[in-house]
């Protein structure tokens, strides 16, 4: 049985070169990798075998690659004669229209029609409640597997630790596993009780080495069970903001996987090797998102394994292409009606970026500023936050349609209004702040104040194990908290507008709010919110006041002390 696998260039049939480059801390050259012969399975493939994967797809069925170019690509393989697997690493039933109108529906039924054969939940395949994501598993004519998605009262795991595919008498195992984030990235009610007891976990109840020690029982188990290859299906991520939980650490705290297919930073990754805990080096790779890549492991008749990333196919499959237009269809004309204009560009990312960078995380933008003013506009709060990762996309000059309304505010949240004093105003914007100027999904854009975030201040924030909010235990990175012109008053009491997700929900970890006053509740969705701001509060058109893409100035990063 093949454990350690040998890596090289593989320029690949269809004309798609796949690079897989070494990012090692030692100097490394793919001729001394390879140099070395290692073992050679038994029984050997007859075939190669090509498993294509994708990740974070976000509902964008039609766009770029689009499930069509994946259904070709798919078939040109069979045609070629691989062996063929697909697989995705999780939050596809999310991001447009066409999974919020359905509840993930469509997007389940365009992946049984393209044919994938395992997938693992992303954290926003939970966002249409567990319910719902119960019955979107049930759908899938996949299994949705995860080593790490537990039921805390049995101990046991609600999905399929892994799930084998065999080619040949080769078996291939693929390990589920699921960011222990999930909770304060989708909602966390869904994971609880009535009486708010966290009935399922992440692995995050023993902290990082529990959590590894969960993929290991995985890993170990898959072996046992037979596997020749041990690929972890994750969605996990690099950044450091998710830390300890990335998927670099966990391979660098377990043994036995072979190669790691990752999602939820929405990186783009050809192949990275990353050293196991036993030294040996673990391919590790990432599409970016919304299929403007495919990825592609190799694994040849050899044994040989390559990872790369397809970020363009010749041809569309026309059966799948007329699947999604067909579903499409059925709620076009309500996409596509226009409901306001913008004479500026409105966006969530750097200016002029390719790929784009999304500051809307780390930093203030125009529609970010847009989004903020909507909540206080309808509600008449003094004060409104907006999670930098509930905003999705831009809108770029020109006619508004609802379908782009929908884009930026998929999730569906409702307008809420609580009272919270300044204490629990400075904790959010703090805790908002933590990871500053890296990305965080929880980064506020606001209205009716202006901070600053003094990043060269180490962050005290203190979560628990489910990363919600505990506590601030030093020197606050937020700073100069102007509310109207008057500085913050921590023992006043304010009125704060935001959505159910954060302040009835604790999305992203806002636990500071949920014992509240609230005087209004779930009172209208997200993008009608925005809708009626543009329309009653802007007369239908978002004018010059939001012209500059870095907003107006309510957030200053302060990079150095004074």
Do not use: W
């Not at 070629?80 to 469509?106: E, N």
């Not at 195992?173 to 009610?189: E, N």
């Not at 599409?287 to 044994?303: D, P, R, W």
């Not at 579903?327 to 500026?344: C, G, K, S």
């Amino acid at each position: 049985m093949l454990r350690k696998l040998t890596v090289f260039l593989l320029v690949l049939l269809l004309a798609f070169s796949f690079a897989c480059k070494a990012k090692t801390t030692e100097t490394t050259t793919v001729a001394e990798v390879t140099a070395t012969p290692e073992l050679t399975p038994e029984p050997m493939l007859d075939k190669d075998l090509a498993i294509l994967y994708t990740n974070d797809v976000h509902c964008a069925v039609d766009g770029d690659i689009g499930y069509a170019g994946v259904a070709a690509f798919k078939q040109q393989l069979l045609d070629d004669g691989c062996y063929v697997a697909l697989v995705d690493a999780g939050d596809a039933v999310q991001g447009d229209a066409i999974g919020t109108l359905s509840k993930g529906s469509y997007i389940i039924d365009i992946m049984n029609e393209v044919g994938y054969d395992v997938a693992t939940p992303g954290n926003h395949e939970f966002d249409y409640g567990m319910d719902r994501f119960f019955e979107l598993r049930d759908m899938a004519k996949f299994p949705y597997v995860s080593a790490n998605f537990v039921d805390l009262a049995t101990g046991e795991t609600v999905l399929d630790p892994y799930a084998m595919l065999t080619f040949n008498g080769i078996n291939v195992a693929f390990v589920g596993v699921s960011t222990p984030m999930t909770i304060s990235t989708s909602t966390p009610t869904f994971f609880q009780d009535a009486n708010g007891n966290y009935i399922y976990g992440f692995g995050q109840k023993d902290g990082a080495q529990g959590f590894y020690m969960i993929v290991q029982d995985a890993v170990n188990a898959a072996i046992a069970d037979g596997a020749d290859y041990v690929i972890a299906l994750s969605h996990l991520g690099i950044d450091a903001s998710t830390s300890p939980y990335t998927s670099s650490e966990m391979i660098e705290n377990t043994t036995g996987i072979d190669v790691v297919i990752d999602g939820h930073s929405h990186s783009t990754v050809e192949c990275e090797r990353v050293k196991n805990l036993d030294g040996d080096r673990v391919l590790l790779t990432q599409t970016g998102t919304k299929l403007n890549a495919v990825g592609m492991l190799y694994i040849t008749k050899e044994g040989s394994v390559s990872t790369g990333l397809i970020t363009e196919v010749t041809e569309k499959d026309p059966d799948t292409e007329a699947y999604v237009a067909q579903i499409q269809a059925q709620f076009e004309d309500l996409l596509n009606e226009v409901v306001a204009r913008t004479d500026v560009d409105l966006t969530i990312f750097e200016p002029g970026t390719d790929p784009a960078v999304r500051i809307v995380r780390n930093s203030e933008t125009n529609l970010g500023d847009l989004c903020a003013d909507a909540y206080r506009y309808i509600s008449g709060a003094d004060i409104a936050f907006v999670n930098g990762g509930g905003v999705r996309t831009s809108i770029a000059m020109g006619d508004i349609t609802y379908g782009a309304i929908i884009k930026v505010h998929p999730f569906g949240n409702e307008l809420c209004m609580v009272e919270a004093t300044g204490q629990e105003i400075l904790d959010a914007l703090e805790l908002g702040a933590r990871v500053t100027p890296e990305e965080s999904g929880g980064f506020l854009q606001v209205s009716g104040l202006t901070y600053e975030i003094h990043t060269y201040i180490p962050s005290s924030v203190t979560l628990d194990e489910n990363n919600m909010f505990v506590s601030v235990d030093g020197e606050y990175r937020v700073k100069n908290v102007m509310v109207g012109g008057e500085p913050l008053d921590l023992t006043k009491t304010y009125t704060l507008a935001s959505h159910n997700y954060m302040l009835k929900n604790a999305g992203d970890g806002y636990t500071m709010f949920q014992d509240n006053t609230f005087l209004l509740d779930s009172i209208m969705i997200d993008n009608q919110v925005l809708i009626n701001y543009i329309v009653d509060g802007l007369g239908g058109v978002v004018g010059a006041d939001y012209a500059d893409p870095y907003g107006q100035g309510r957030i200053v990063a302060v990079e150095a002390a004074p």
